[in-house]
C-alpha cells in the first residue's frame, strides 16, 4: 500500500448566512461538516449522495475553489490549506476538475484549441508550438481529432463537449481529477462512452480520481472505494464490492432500494423515506439522519454516533455499530440483520385523510 | 415460454377502443434551416387504467409526442399529419384538429398534466391554493369556495404534510418533492381519465424520486387514471409501466410490455440501452457496452432504418456497419439503409420495428448480452 495521494481529515466548509443591515453572520450552513478519507495514487474514491448533501462542496473545497473553513487536506504530501500565490498554482496544475455541465463550463466564444490550451498560457508551460502539441495530444487521448482545433463547443454534441472538458483538464498532466457529475447531463448511449473512456485514461496515466455522482451503479463500476454522504457527513465508507453487497447504515440501504431497475432479480424491496432532507443550516442533533431514519431509537436523537470501522468498511450508525458487535464484526451477517429490521419498519406510510 | 405466431401481423390487432391512440402521427418544425420532423410516423395506443411509458433519449420525439396530444406544440412546430383519438364519456375527439376551444376543456380538464420542472411550470406569484382552485374553476362550474374547498382535498390525497397550511404558501416555500405533489395534484383536480407526466421525476433526488413513483401508482390504483409516462430513465419504466414504447430518431422502434421488453428485448437499439448500464457485480469484466457514434439530429436524420449507422448488425450493400463488421446480406433481403423497416410484431403484443429481430437468435435478457459483450 502506498501513501495516499490525497488526505482529507475533519474537512469542514460553512458557508455563513448574512443578514440584516450590517450583514451580520447569523447562522452557517453546514455543507460540509467532519468529512474524512484518503485516495490511494492510481484508485477511485466514489462520492455518493443526494443534492445539498455536500459532495460537491467536499470536492471543491479539495480544490480550493472554496475556501474550508476547518480541517486539514494533504496533497501528496503537502498541506493544501496552507499553500499562497505560486505553490497554490503549482499545485492545482496537478489536480483538475471536469464539471457536471459541458454547455456550462466551455466558454462559447473559445475555440476548442483556446479552450483546451488555456491552462498551458495560465502555467506558462512550453512554447506557442509545444502547447499546440500537447493541446492535440490530449484531444487524441479523448477520442477528438485533429479536426475539432478550430472549432467552437456549439459545433459539439454533449458526449463530445465533455471529451472537451476532460482534454481541457488532461493537458497539464495532472495527478487527480475531480470529476464532479462528469456523465449525469449526457443521454444514456453516451454515458458508457465517457465512462469507458475516463477508466481508460486513469489506467493509461496512473490518474486518481474523486468521482462524485448520485448515479450509484456507475458509481460501484468506476470506483475502488465508495463513500456515502448524507447532509455534510460521510455517513457510511467501504470498497466498492463491500458497500453494494452489504450496505450497514440505513440511509444507504434506503438509497439503493430507491433505485429503479430493469432487473426484476435485482430489485430490492423499497424503503421510501418520508419526508425531505432537512437543511444544512440547522442540522438535527444526534444523528442527522434520524428524523428519517425508520430505525432510530432515542440515543440516535441524542447523540452523534461515533464511526466503526471493520477492514474493509466504516460507518456512523448507532444500531449499525450495535449489530456489528452482536455479529462479532462480521459486516454480511450485521447487513442482513439491518435490511430485516428496515424491512419490518418501514411499512409504506398510510393516506393520512382519503377524500374519494 | 411466448411462441412467435408464424406470419408476423403488421398492424396491432382491434381490441375495445383504446382510451387514447395516436395513428400515424407527423409533428415537425418549419426553421429557416428546413423542416425538422421531431415525430415522424408514432402510433400508440394506451387502455384506460394503464401506464404507457416512452423511453428515448434527447431529441428521439418523445415530449413533442406528449405536446401533440395535448396540442401545445409551439410555432414552428406543427401537426401535420395523423390522428389522435381520444375515447372519452362515450365519443371520440380527433385532439389533431378538434379546435382550439375544444381543446381547451380537454387540456387540463379531461386529460391532465405533469412536467418535468415544477417550478417552472408553478407560478411564483400566485399561491399553491390559488393555482389548483384555478384549474378547478377553469373546467367546473363551482364557486370559489368549492373550488378551494377541493384544492385542499387534492393536497391532502397527494399527502403533501400540513395541507391546510400549504394553501397559502408560495412555489418557493416548497421543497422539489413537496412541488411535484403540488403539480400531481392540479392535474388530477379535475378528474381526468389521462395523465401526462413528462419526466416528472427527473429533477428530483432519488429517494424523493421513490416517494413521488409511488404516489403516482398508488393514485392511478385509486382513481383508475391512466398514465403516460415520459422518461429517459429504463430503470423508471421497468418499474412503473405496464407497457412500454421505446422511442428513437422521431420513430417508435419497439413496443411491448414492460416485463416482456425489459426480459427480452429484441431490437438492436433497445439491446444496445440496456447493455449500456453497468449492471451490479459485472465490474471487473472490462469496458461497458457502448452505442457507437451519437443520436442524430432531426435535420440529419438517416435514410431506411434510422438506427442503422450505429448498428452492430446493421446489413449493408457492401458498405460498413456502424460497429465496422461488415455483414454480408442474404439475395432477396432489404438493406437497413434502404427502406423503413415496419414495426412488426415478433410475440404477442410486442413489436419491434427492425428488418432483422427474428434472424438475431434467440430473445435474451439485457444482463445476458451484457455479458457476452454483444456490442463492444
Known amino acids: 500500500m502506498t501513501a495516499p495521494l490525497v488526505e482529507v481529515e475533519q474537512l469542514q466548509t460553512y458557508f455563513p448566512i448574512r443578514r440584516g443591515l450590517l450583514r451580520r453572520v447569523v447562522g452557517n450552513v453546514q455543507a460540509v461538516d467532519g468529512v474524512s478519507f484518503s485516495i490511494a495514487r492510481g484508485k477511485t474514491l466514489g462520492l455518493v449522495g443526494e443534492s445539498g448533501c455536500g459532495k460537491t462542496t467536499v470536492g471543491r473545497s479539495i480544490l480550493r475553489l472554496v475556501e474550508p473553513t476547518g480541517g486539514r487536506v494533504a496533497f501528496d504530501g503537502l498541506a493544501v490549506r496552507d499553500l499562497r500565490g505560486r505553490d497554490l498554482r503549482n499545485l492545482r496544475r496537478r489536480m483538475q476538475v471536469v464539471f457536471q455541465d459541458p454547455y456550462g463550463s466551455l466558454n462559447p466564444r473559445m475555440t476548442v484549441r483556446a479552450l483546451i490550451e488555456e491552462g498551458l498560457i495560465i502555467h506558462g508551460l512550453g512554447s506557442a508550438r509545444e502547447r499546440v502539441d500537447r493541446v492535440v495530444r490530449a484531444m487524441e487521448r479523448t477520442g477528438l481529432s485533429r479536426q475539432a482545433l478550430e472549432r467552437y463547443p456549439h459545433e459539439f454534441s454533449g458526449g463530445q463537449r465533455q471529451r472537451i472538458a476532460i482534454a481541457r483538464a488532461l493537458v497539464l498532466e495532472p495527478d487527480f481529477l475531480v470529476l464532479d457529475e462528469p456523465i449525469s447531463a449526457l443521454d444514456l448511449s453516451i454515458q458508457a462512452q465517457v465512462v469507458n473512456l475516463l477508466i481508460e485514461l486513469r489506467e493509461q496515466l496512473g490518474l486518481t480520481y474523486l468521482f462524485i455522482s448520485h448515479d450509484l451503479s456507475v458509481v460501484e463500476h468506476v470506483s475502488d472505494e465508495v463513500a456515502v454522504m448524507y447532509l455534510g457527513r460521510i455517513v457510511e465508507r467501504a470498497t466498492a464490492a463491500a458497500l453494494y453487497a452489504q450496505p450497514l447504515h440505513p440511509y444507504t440501504l434506503a438509497l439503493f432500494s430507491a433505485v429503479p431497475t430493469v432487473d426484476p432479480a435485482r430489485r430490492r424491496r423499497r424503503i421510501v423515506l418520508v419526508g425531505d432532507v432537512p437543511s444544512p443550516s440547522n442540522p438535527p442533533r444526534g444523528c442527522r439522519f434520524h428524523p428519517r431514519c425508520p430505525l432510530a431509537e432515542s440515543v440516535c436523537r441524542e447523540v452523534d454516533p461515533p464511526m466503526v470501522s471493520l477492514p474493509e468498511h466504516a460507518v456512523h450508525c448507532h444500531v449499525a455499530a450495535r449489530e456489528l458487535a452482536r455479529s462479532g464484526g462480521n459486516a454480511s451477517v450485521a447487513a442482513a440483520t439491518i435490511a430485516a429490521l428496515l424491512a419490518d419498519r418501514a411499512t409504506p406510510p398510510t393516506a393520512t385523510l382519503s377524500p374519494g | ?376
Open chain 2, 1 to 376: 415460454m411466448i411462441e412467435r405466431p408464424p406470419h408476423p401481423r403488421l398492424s396491432p390487432p382491434p381490441r375495445h377502443a383504446p382510451l387514447l391512440a395516436i395513428k400515424n402521427l407527423v409533428t415537425a418544425f418549419h426553421t429557416p434551416a428546413g423542416r425538422i420532423p421531431a415525430v415522424d410516423g408514432v402510433s400508440l395506443s394506451i387502455e384506460r387504467g394503464r401506464t404507457l411509458g416512452i423511453v428515448g433519449e434527447s431529441g428521439c420525439g418523445k415530449s413533442v409526442t406528449a405536446m401533440s396530444v395535448l396540442r401545445l406544440v409551439a410555432s414552428p412546430g406543427r401537426i401535420e399529419a395523423g390522428e389522435i383519438l381520444f375515447s372519452s364519456g362515450g365519443t371520440t375527439l380527433d385532439l389533431a384538429t378538434l379546435p382550439e376551444p375544444a381543446m381547451r376543456s380537454v387540456r387540463g380538464g379531461r386529460i391532465g398534466m405533469i412536467f418535468q420542472e415544477p417550478m417552472t411550470s408553478l407560478n411564483p406569484v400566485f399561491t399553491v391554493g390559488d393555482q389548483i382552485a384555478e384549474a378547478v374553476l377553469l373546467h367546473r362550474r363551482v364557486s370559489r369556495e368549492a373550488a378551494r374547498a377541493r384544492a385542499l382535498e387534492m393536497l391532502q390525497l397527494v399527502r403533501l404534510a400540513d395541507p391546510r397550511q400549504r394553501l397559502d404558501e408560495y412555489p418557493h416555500q416548497l421543497s422539489g418533492g413537496m412541488r411535484q405533489r403540488v403539480m400531481i395534484a392540479m392535474a388530477l383536480a379535475c378528474d381526468p381519465e389521462l395523465v401526462i407526466a413528462d419526466e416528472p421525476t427527473t429533477a428530483l433526488d432519488v429517494t424523493i424520486q421513490a416517494q413521488i413513483l409511488e404516489l403516482l401508482s398508488e393514485l392511478r390504483a385509486r382513481l383508475g387514471t391512466a398514465i403516460v409516462l415520459i422518461t429517459h430513465d429504463l430503470g423508471v419504466v421497468a418499474e412503473t409501466c405496464d407497457d412500454v414504447a421505446v422511442m428513437y430518431a422521431g420513430r417508435v422502434v419497439e413496443q411491448a410490455p414492460a416485463a416482456e421488453l425489459f426480459a427480452r428485448p429484441r431490437h438492436p437499439y433497445t439491446i444496445g440501452l440496456l447493455a449500456a448500464r453497468p449492471s451490479p457485480g459485472m465490474k471487473h469484466s472490462g469496458p461497458l457496452c457502448t452505442i457507437p457514434g451519437m443520436v442524430p439530429l432531426p435535420q440529419h436524420f438517416p435514410a431506411g432504418c434510422r438506427f442503422h449507422p450505429r448498428c452492430a448488425y446493421a446489413r449493408l450493400p457492401g458498405a460498413e456497419s456502424g460497429s465496422g463488421r461488415v455483414v454480408p446480406l442474404p439475395a432477396g433481403e432489404l438493406p437497413c439503409n434502404a427502406a423503413v423497416p415496419p414495426l412488426h410484431e415478433v410475440a404477442p403484443g410486442h413489436w419491434v420495428r427492425c428488418f432483422h429481430a427474428e434472424s438475431l437468435g434467440p430473445p435474451r435478457s439485457a444482463q445476458e448480452i451484457a455479458a457476452g459483450g454483444l456490442f463492444s
